[in-house]
């Protein structure tokens, strides 16, 4: 197969949720449609229970998990599918965030009787500011649920999205009778049973049909066709291309546990859903067809076994063809470097590989070099874009509890850090260390991890702070700006790049100092810069 086929071959894709609404349930349907795994119940359910804030066998079977499922990657009708994993648990949005740097679509799911839930909300909300290509699942329609409509509508405004269905559900709960698959005009009905066997559905171009009638009842008949009726009269027709740049997301519906609507999801899927995009970097876009490789770390895990400190650094192929011993430079150190041992990613399992391809990931084992955001290249200084942080929700001084490891502290803080736990800023004016974090549990994560892997004893201690922001002077040599710093000296401190970031304790003196120093810009997040 020829490069720019294996290219067009490739959707690398990410399914986003609210916990509970059906991710991992989709995840290993989708799974048992490309034979890659054999039964359902293989793919483990990949969060944190409720509760579970203080038990670490279960964060570190956590870490076990999240491992084999970081990537879940099949063949299906020729296309080569890879699944990566985002948790969907808040306190690791985080590293959803960045995982969604590394896809080209998603999926988003919703649970019908539950609607639009704070984390969906958050998760497409970055999603669209990145004018990701996203396709919505409407789940559970074997249950009670809210009206297809209303559910809709919910969408569109919760969610800000413009929806066209592609299917439309016939009954719901009790009464669901199946769905019409307005998108390739076919009837696929529901027989409470269907995890084994999956029925291609009856051609049906004209609702009108008084056949009908026959199969879903008068009653049902009727309501269908006015409700498909009123779809094509409210919702745009389907378009490619706005799909494609973020501007429509198609809409379907099913009952993953059933394994129902999830083939006519997927088969939809591979039509239409993007194959690697072009990715930009500082300098300039990278398009995936380029011959050079280009990639970058979007995820580092650490490995389980605390006697080998080596890490798997997740790096999204975006060009060219990554080999096996070939050199690459690794652009923030400036060496080059060879991986014997690249890995790549088979449903559950990871295998060496000679070759991957745009779209691809590749695990490589290392031992501290790289950080999240590092690209990978044949020799161009190229830095990919779209790795920011964002201001944490929680922070905590950080202390050595233990004054003879301070060594083994700093060095397990940095490799933390690097792996994307938590965010660490040194305060300007005394040196203190300060964790921030998006979730409270991070904090018992590191303090864990930090006396297993590295042997080193922290305790916390609370600190009142609303927001990071990042601060950007528009001169940094004027009067405003170092009247700025001799004001707000007790908070302002350095993130890990080194950049200044003033530790707000309030919304109001957020607004106060916005309206105060107007050449003194905050921002949220870390990167903006050259946006
Ligand atoms: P998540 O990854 O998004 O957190 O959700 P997950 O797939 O674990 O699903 C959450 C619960 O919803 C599971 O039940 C699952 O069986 C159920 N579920 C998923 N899809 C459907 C569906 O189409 N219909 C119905 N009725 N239920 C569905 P659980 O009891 O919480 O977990 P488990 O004990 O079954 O693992």
């Known amino acids: 197969?020829?490069?720019?086929?294996?290219?067009?071959?490739?959707?690398?894709?990410?399914?986003?949720?609210?916990?509970?609404?059906?991710?991992?349930?989709?995840?290993?349907?989708?799974?048992?449609?490309?034979?890659?795994?054999?039964?359902?119940?293989?793919?483990?359910?990949?969060?944190?229970?409720?509760?579970?804030?203080?038990?670490?066998?279960?964060?570190?079977?956590?870490?076990?998990?999240?491992?084999?499922?970081?990537?879940?990657?099949?063949i299906y009708k020729d296309k080569k599918i890879n699944i990566l994993d985002t948790p969907g648990h808040k306190d690791f949005a985080e590293d959803t965030f960045r995982t969604l740097t590394a896809v080209d679509s998603v999926i988003v799911v919703i649970d019908v009787a539950k609607g639009v839930e704070p984390q969906t909300e958050k998760l497409v909300e970055v999603c669209r500011m990145r004018s990701i290509p996203m396709l919505v699942f409407i789940n559970k329609l074997d249950r009670e649920g809210k009206d297809a409509f209303d559910l809709l509508d919910e969408v569109e405004q919760k969610l800000g999205l413009t929806v066209t269905p592609m299917s439309f559900p016939i009954g719901m709960g009790y009464d669901f009778k199946g769905i019409y698959n307005i998108w390739e005009k076919k009837l696929n009905l529901f027989s409470g049973d269907n995890k084994t066997s999956i029925s291609e559905g009856i051609e049906f171009d004209d609702l009108a049909n008084p056949q009908l009638n026959e199969i879903i009842g008068e009653t049902a008949a009727e309501t269908l066709r006015e409700e498909v009726e009123l779809v094509s009269e409210v919702y745009p027709e389907f378009d490619r291309n706005e799909y494609l740049s973020g501007s429509l997301q198609p809409v379907f519906f099913g009952s993953a546990l059933n394994n129902f609507g999830v083939k006519e999801l997927l088969d939809a899927f591979i039509e239409i859903a993007p194959s690697p995009q072009p990715k930009k970097a500082e300098e300039r876009l990278v398009d995936s067809k380029e011959e050079k490789l280009t990639g970058f770390v979007f995820k580092i895990h650490a490995n389980m076994d605390p006697k080998h400190r080596d890490r798997l650094a997740f790096i999204k192929i975006v060009s060219g063809v990554f080999k096996r011993n070939s050199p690459y430079l690794h652009v923030r150190n400036g060496k080059k470097v060879k991986f014997s041992s690249p890995n790549a990613f088979f449903a559950e399992k990871k295998e060496i590989v000679d070759e991957s391809f745009p779209g691809d990931i590749v695990g490589i084992h290392d031992t501290g070099n790289f950080k999240i955001g590092d690209t990978l290249t044949e020799g161009e200084q190229l830095n990919f874009k779209g790795i920011p942080s964002f201001s944490p929700e929680h922070f905590r001084y950080v202390n050595n509890a233990d004054p003879m490891k301070s060594k083994q502290l700093y060095k397990g803080l940095d490799q933390l850090m690097d792996e994307g736990v938590a965010q660490l800023f040194t305060l300007d004016m005394n040196g203190r260390r300060v964790i921030g974090t998006v979730g409270a549990l991070q904090y018992e994560v590191i303090q864990y991890r930090l006396e297993h892997e590295y042997g080193a004893k922290c305790t916390y201690e609370n600190l009142q702070v609303h927001k990071a922001c990042w601060v950007e002077p528009e001169d940094a040599k004027n009067d405003e700006f170092k009247d700025f710093k001799r004001v707000k000296q007790r908070y302002l401190a350095k993130d890990k790049q080194g950049q200044l970031v003033f530790l707000a304790d309030s919304a109001f003196t957020i607004q106060m100092t916005q309206s105060k120093y107007p050449t003194v810009k905050l921002h949220f997040t870390s990167e903006f810069k050259n946006n």
């Open 1 to 74: 197969m020829s490069f720019l086929e294996e290219i067009k071959r490739r959707r690398t894709f990410g399914i986003i949720s609210h916990p509970d609404a059906g991710k991992t349930t989709l995840t290993e349907k989708l799974l048992l449609f490309g034979g890659a795994i054999q039964e359902a119940g293989a793919v483990k359910n990949n969060k944190i229970k409720k509760g579970a804030t203080s038990d670490f066998m279960e964060i570190e079977r956590q870490r076990g998990i999240s491992v084999a499922t970081s990537v879940l990657a099949f």
